[in-house]
Protein backbone atom coordinates (compact mmCIF):
# COMPACT_ATOMS: atom_id res chain seq x y z
CA UNK A 1 0.00 0.00 0.00
CA UNK A 2 1.21 3.35 -0.75
CA UNK A 3 2.10 6.12 1.54
CA UNK A 4 0.28 9.40 1.78
CA UNK A 5 2.95 11.18 1.04
CA UNK A 6 3.58 9.17 -2.43
CA UNK A 7 -0.30 8.89 -3.55
CA UNK A 8 -0.59 12.68 -3.52
CA UNK A 9 1.98 13.53 -5.59
CA UNK A 10 1.63 10.87 -7.65
CA UNK A 11 0.85 12.16 -11.26
CA UNK A 12 -2.41 9.70 -11.72
CA UNK A 13 -4.26 10.35 -8.08
CA UNK A 14 -7.32 11.78 -7.80
CA UNK A 15 -7.38 13.43 -4.01
CA UNK A 16 -7.97 17.05 -2.56
CA UNK A 17 -4.53 17.59 -4.14
CA UNK A 18 -5.99 17.90 -8.06
CA UNK A 19 -4.14 20.67 -9.40
CA UNK A 20 -7.25 20.63 -11.63
CA UNK A 21 -9.22 21.96 -8.92
CA UNK A 22 -7.61 25.30 -9.48
CA UNK A 23 -9.46 27.44 -11.56
CA UNK A 24 -8.02 27.97 -15.06
CA UNK A 25 -5.46 25.28 -14.33
CA UNK A 26 -7.18 23.23 -17.84
CA UNK A 27 -7.12 26.52 -19.34
CA UNK A 28 -3.79 26.68 -18.69
CA UNK A 29 -2.37 23.63 -19.82
CA UNK A 30 -4.48 23.96 -23.50
CA UNK A 31 -2.74 26.99 -24.11
CA UNK A 32 1.29 25.63 -22.15
CA UNK A 33 0.83 22.00 -24.10
CA UNK A 34 -0.02 23.88 -27.65
CA UNK A 35 3.09 26.11 -26.92
CA UNK A 36 5.32 22.83 -26.19
CA UNK A 37 4.06 20.59 -28.69
CA UNK A 38 4.27 23.67 -31.27
CA UNK A 39 7.67 24.27 -30.12
CA UNK A 40 6.50 28.75 -29.67
CA UNK A 41 8.62 30.88 -27.62
CA UNK A 42 8.30 29.96 -23.60
CA UNK A 43 8.81 33.04 -21.52
CA UNK A 44 8.95 31.80 -17.18
CA UNK A 45 9.41 35.40 -15.62
CA UNK A 46 8.77 35.52 -12.01
CA UNK A 47 10.11 37.69 -8.74
CA UNK A 48 13.11 37.90 -7.08
CA UNK A 49 12.81 35.96 -3.72
CA UNK A 50 14.14 32.09 -2.83
CA UNK A 51 10.73 31.23 -3.33
CA UNK A 52 10.73 32.94 -7.12
CA UNK A 53 13.52 31.48 -7.97
CA UNK A 54 12.84 28.54 -7.04
CA UNK A 55 9.53 28.50 -8.32
CA UNK A 56 11.14 29.73 -11.92
CA UNK A 57 13.61 27.20 -11.82
CA UNK A 58 11.58 24.54 -11.24
CA UNK A 59 9.17 24.89 -13.53
CA UNK A 60 11.81 26.13 -15.94
CA UNK A 61 13.48 22.50 -16.02
CA UNK A 62 10.32 21.12 -16.01
CA UNK A 63 9.83 22.27 -19.65
CA UNK A 64 13.24 21.98 -20.38
CA UNK A 65 12.70 18.33 -20.17
CA UNK A 66 9.95 18.40 -22.67
CA UNK A 67 12.12 19.89 -25.14
CA UNK A 68 10.50 23.28 -24.99
CA UNK A 69 11.56 26.16 -26.15
CA UNK A 70 12.08 28.29 -22.94
CA UNK A 71 13.12 31.74 -21.51
CA UNK A 72 13.34 32.90 -18.04
CA UNK A 73 13.38 36.44 -16.26
CA UNK A 74 13.69 37.69 -13.38
CA UNK A 75 11.77 40.77 -12.05
CA UNK A 76 13.89 44.22 -12.02
CA UNK A 77 12.54 45.47 -8.99
CA UNK A 78 13.73 46.02 -5.66
CA UNK A 79 9.96 46.62 -4.51
CA UNK A 80 8.25 43.37 -4.49
CA UNK A 81 4.60 44.96 -5.18
CA UNK A 82 5.60 46.33 -8.51
CA UNK A 83 4.12 44.80 -11.46
CA UNK A 84 4.94 44.08 -15.27
CA UNK A 85 4.84 46.97 -17.10
CA UNK A 86 5.00 47.99 -20.85
CA UNK A 87 8.70 48.76 -20.94
CA UNK A 88 8.89 44.88 -19.12
CA UNK A 89 7.13 43.65 -21.86
CA UNK A 90 8.34 45.40 -25.05
CA UNK A 91 11.89 45.51 -24.05
CA UNK A 92 12.59 42.09 -22.23
CA UNK A 93 9.60 39.70 -22.95
CA UNK A 94 8.99 40.50 -26.65
CA UNK A 95 12.47 40.79 -27.01
CA UNK A 96 12.86 37.39 -26.71
CA UNK A 97 10.14 36.36 -29.06
CA UNK A 98 7.89 35.31 -26.42
CA UNK A 99 4.52 33.64 -27.08
CA UNK A 100 3.43 32.51 -24.14
CA UNK A 101 4.20 34.41 -21.13
CA UNK A 102 3.87 32.48 -17.20
CA UNK A 103 4.57 34.52 -14.51
CA UNK A 104 5.26 33.50 -11.23
CA UNK A 105 4.23 35.29 -8.28
CA UNK A 106 3.74 39.05 -10.45
CA UNK A 107 0.94 40.13 -12.47
CA UNK A 108 0.38 42.58 -14.77
CA UNK A 109 -0.08 46.30 -13.99
CA UNK A 110 -3.10 47.29 -16.39
CA UNK A 111 -5.26 46.27 -18.62
CA UNK A 112 -2.86 48.36 -21.09
CA UNK A 113 -0.17 46.06 -20.23
CA UNK A 114 -2.81 42.73 -21.41
CA UNK A 115 -3.56 44.78 -24.31
CA UNK A 116 0.00 45.18 -25.66
CA UNK A 117 0.33 41.57 -24.51
CA UNK A 118 -2.51 40.97 -26.99
CA UNK A 119 -1.43 43.10 -29.76
CA UNK A 120 1.59 41.26 -29.80
CA UNK A 121 0.70 38.13 -29.84
CA UNK A 122 1.70 37.01 -26.22
CA UNK A 123 -0.81 34.63 -24.61
CA UNK A 124 -0.97 35.08 -20.56
CA UNK A 125 -0.72 32.49 -18.13
CA UNK A 126 -0.36 34.49 -14.58
CA UNK A 127 -0.06 32.67 -11.84
CA UNK A 128 -0.39 34.47 -8.23
CA UNK A 129 -1.26 33.81 -4.69
CA UNK A 130 -2.48 37.04 -2.93
CA UNK A 131 -5.78 38.36 -2.05
CA UNK A 132 -7.05 39.66 -4.70
CA UNK A 133 -11.12 39.80 -5.98
CA UNK A 134 -10.16 41.75 -9.57
CA UNK A 135 -11.67 40.18 -12.61
CA UNK A 136 -9.22 39.38 -15.50
CA UNK A 137 -9.61 38.23 -19.23
CA UNK A 138 -6.59 36.01 -19.36
CA UNK A 139 -5.12 32.89 -17.60
CA UNK A 140 -5.20 33.55 -14.11
CA UNK A 141 -4.46 30.71 -11.85
CA UNK A 142 -4.94 32.14 -7.60
CA UNK A 143 -6.13 29.78 -5.04
CA UNK A 144 -7.19 32.48 -2.95
CA UNK A 145 -9.50 34.20 -5.65
CA UNK A 146 -13.59 33.75 -4.92
CA UNK A 147 -14.13 31.68 -7.80
CA UNK A 148 -11.39 29.15 -6.78
CA UNK A 149 -12.19 25.60 -5.05
CA UNK A 150 -8.95 24.72 -4.27
CA UNK A 151 -8.87 23.62 -0.65
CA UNK A 152 -5.22 25.26 0.29
CA UNK A 153 -5.09 29.02 -0.19
CA UNK A 154 -2.26 30.53 1.07
CA UNK A 155 0.47 28.29 -0.92
CA UNK A 156 3.85 29.44 -1.19
CA UNK A 157 4.69 29.96 -4.99
CA UNK A 158 6.44 27.24 -5.17
CA UNK A 159 4.03 25.13 -4.23
CA UNK A 160 1.72 26.84 -6.88
CA UNK A 161 4.30 26.52 -9.42
CA UNK A 162 4.40 23.04 -8.49
CA UNK A 163 0.92 22.58 -8.77
CA UNK A 164 1.36 23.54 -12.41
CA UNK A 165 4.23 21.38 -13.16
CA UNK A 166 2.19 18.45 -11.91
CA UNK A 167 -0.31 19.22 -14.49
CA UNK A 168 1.35 19.19 -16.95
CA UNK A 169 3.16 15.51 -15.44
CA UNK A 170 -0.33 14.18 -15.77
CA UNK A 171 -0.98 15.11 -18.99
CA UNK A 172 2.29 13.91 -20.85
CA UNK A 173 2.20 11.09 -18.31
CA UNK A 174 5.49 11.92 -16.91
CA UNK A 175 6.78 9.84 -13.52
CA UNK A 176 9.92 11.91 -12.17
CA UNK A 177 7.94 15.00 -11.21
CA UNK A 178 8.82 14.46 -7.87
CA UNK A 179 12.42 14.98 -7.97
CA UNK A 180 11.91 18.82 -8.43
CA UNK A 181 10.47 18.86 -4.87
CA UNK A 182 13.80 19.65 -3.35
CA UNK A 183 13.43 23.11 -5.04
CA UNK A 184 9.71 23.24 -4.27
CA UNK A 185 10.70 22.66 -0.02
CA UNK A 186 13.70 25.15 -0.08
CA UNK A 187 10.98 27.95 -1.84
CA UNK A 188 8.91 26.84 1.21
CA UNK A 189 11.22 26.57 3.62
CA UNK A 190 12.21 30.18 2.69
CA UNK A 191 8.05 31.52 3.02
CA UNK A 192 7.93 30.92 6.57
CA UNK A 193 6.32 33.55 7.92
CA UNK A 194 2.69 34.34 10.08
CA UNK A 195 0.54 34.58 6.54
CA UNK A 196 1.75 31.30 5.16
CA UNK A 197 0.17 28.35 6.84
CA UNK A 198 2.52 25.55 7.66
CA UNK A 199 -0.66 22.83 8.02
CA UNK A 200 -1.77 21.43 4.51
CA UNK A 201 0.12 21.19 1.51
CA UNK A 202 2.20 23.55 2.99
CA UNK A 203 2.77 20.91 5.92
CA UNK A 204 3.68 18.32 4.02
CA UNK A 205 6.02 19.82 2.17
CA UNK A 206 8.13 21.28 5.10
CA UNK A 207 7.61 17.62 6.87
CA UNK A 208 8.64 15.57 3.54
CA UNK A 209 10.19 17.28 1.23
CA UNK A 210 13.74 17.93 3.18
CA UNK A 211 14.28 14.14 1.78
CA UNK A 212 14.09 15.26 -1.68
CA UNK A 213 16.50 17.79 -0.60
CA UNK A 214 19.00 14.90 0.77
CA UNK A 215 19.00 12.90 -2.18
CA UNK A 216 18.90 16.04 -4.92
CA UNK A 217 20.22 15.10 -8.16
CA UNK A 218 20.18 19.13 -9.04
CA UNK A 219 23.86 19.76 -10.08
CA UNK A 220 23.60 23.41 -8.57
CA UNK A 221 22.39 22.20 -5.31
CA UNK A 222 24.79 19.52 -4.90
CA UNK A 223 27.31 21.61 -5.72
CA UNK A 224 26.91 23.89 -2.46
CA UNK A 225 26.23 20.63 -0.69
CA UNK A 226 29.36 19.34 -1.47
CA UNK A 227 31.12 22.83 -1.15
CA UNK A 228 29.91 23.43 1.98
CA UNK A 229 30.51 19.50 3.42
CA UNK A 230 27.04 18.75 4.08
CA UNK A 231 26.86 15.52 2.64
CA UNK A 232 26.23 13.65 6.00
CA UNK A 233 23.91 16.66 7.24
CA UNK A 234 22.04 18.64 5.20
CA UNK A 235 19.07 18.83 7.63
CA UNK A 236 21.06 20.78 9.71
CA UNK A 237 22.03 22.69 6.87
CA UNK A 238 19.13 23.65 5.32
CA UNK A 239 19.14 27.01 6.38
CA UNK A 240 22.70 27.66 5.49
CA UNK A 241 21.75 26.43 1.98
CA UNK A 242 18.77 28.61 2.14
CA UNK A 243 20.77 31.84 3.09
CA UNK A 244 23.76 31.03 -0.16
CA UNK A 245 20.93 31.49 -2.35
CA UNK A 246 19.42 34.02 -1.19
CA UNK A 247 20.00 37.54 -3.72
CA UNK A 248 22.36 40.16 -1.77
CA UNK A 249 19.87 42.68 -0.81
CA UNK A 250 21.03 45.77 -2.92
CA UNK A 251 19.24 46.82 -6.51
CA UNK A 252 22.00 45.73 -8.71
CA UNK A 253 23.11 43.05 -6.54
CA UNK A 254 19.27 41.59 -5.89
CA UNK A 255 19.49 41.41 -9.47
CA UNK A 256 22.80 39.96 -10.70
CA UNK A 257 22.73 37.59 -8.16
CA UNK A 258 19.33 36.57 -8.50
CA UNK A 259 20.25 35.60 -12.02
CA UNK A 260 23.21 33.30 -11.36
CA UNK A 261 21.14 31.93 -8.68
CA UNK A 262 19.13 30.66 -11.09
CA UNK A 263 21.28 29.71 -13.93
CA UNK A 264 22.77 27.22 -10.48
CA UNK A 265 19.84 25.56 -10.16
CA UNK A 266 19.09 25.82 -13.94
CA UNK A 267 22.42 24.63 -15.43
CA UNK A 268 23.61 20.57 -16.35
CA UNK A 269 27.46 21.87 -15.82
CA UNK A 270 28.83 20.47 -13.18
CA UNK A 271 31.81 22.55 -14.11
CA UNK A 272 29.76 25.75 -14.55
CA UNK A 273 27.80 24.92 -10.87
CA UNK A 274 30.90 25.00 -9.02
CA UNK A 275 32.50 28.49 -10.33
CA UNK A 276 29.13 30.11 -9.38
CA UNK A 277 29.49 28.30 -6.13
CA UNK A 278 32.41 29.99 -5.25
CA UNK A 279 31.48 33.11 -6.64
CA UNK A 280 28.22 32.86 -4.41
CA UNK A 281 30.26 31.73 -1.12
CA UNK A 282 32.95 34.90 -1.70
CA UNK A 283 29.54 37.46 -2.30
CA UNK A 284 28.36 35.76 1.08
CA UNK A 285 31.78 36.39 3.18
CA UNK A 286 31.16 40.26 1.79
CA UNK A 287 27.86 40.35 3.07
CA UNK A 288 29.43 39.02 6.31
Not at 36 to 50: A, D, H, L, Q
Not at 161 to 174: D, G
Request: aromatic share 10%; with cysteine.
Amino acid sequence: MRKFWESIYCPNYITGYNPFILKDMNKAIETLSDAINSRKKIVVYGINTVDGICAIASLSLVLKYLNADVEYLIHESEDLKSKINSFNIKERVDFLGADLLITLGIDLESEEVVNLCKNLKIDLIVLENDKNDFKRNYIYINPRQKSCQYRYKTLSLSILAFKLMQAVAIYYNMKSINKYLDLIFIGTRWNLYPKLSITGENGVILKEGKKFLENTNNIGLRSIIDYNHMNNKVEEGIDQITNFITPAISAVGMVNNGRIILELLITDDRDRAKQIVKYLHNISKQKN
